[in-house]
């Protein structure tokens, strides 16, 4: 599966910003999707996770309450809902999917099988 990221941009504090993650191929359904980020000079961190079917979500303790993770199986398309953004938010955000993995607790940068380019957030103060 192939995965393009967008909607990444430049936002004040406490702003909002839409992520999408578009994903090719037929199987999109059979996958848990993550999006994770890498701040500069920083190791790629999990940021939150979504079951096959969507019924299911899990939340770094960073963005839990402020991030909201969706898809749309219909559309192939995965989502990060970002409110009340902070500038220790800014990096590049990175979608990923996994078929090694069944529940989106499980979830991590090493159990992704497939991950698209970046998209940069920055949040200025």
């Known amino acids: 599966v192939q995965l393009q990221a967008s909607g990444g941009g430049l936002v004040q504090a406490g702003d909002s910003l839409l992520l999408s993650c578009a994903a090719s191929?037929?199987?999109?359904?059979?996958?848990?999707m993550g999006w994770f980020r890498q701040a500069p000079g920083k190791e790629r961190e999990f940021v939150a996770a979504?079951?096959?079917?969507?019924?299911?979500?899990y939340y770094s303790d960073s963005v839990k309450g402020r991030f909201t993770i969706s898809r749309d199986n219909a559309k192939n398309t995965v989502y990060l809902q970002m409110n009340s953004l902070k500038p220790e938010d800014t990096a590049v955000y990175y979608c990923?999917?996994?078929?090694?993995?069944?529940?989106?607790?499980?979830?991590?940068?090493?159990?992704?099988?497939?991950w698209g380019k970046g998209t940069q957030v920055t949040v200025s103060s």
């Open positions: 990923a999917a996994s078929n090694q993995v069944s529940i989106p607790t499980m979830a991590s940068y090493n159990n992704m099988n497939y």
């Open positions: 191929g037929r199987t999109f359904s059979s996958y848990v």
């Open positions: 979504i079951s096959r079917g969507g019924a299911s979500t």
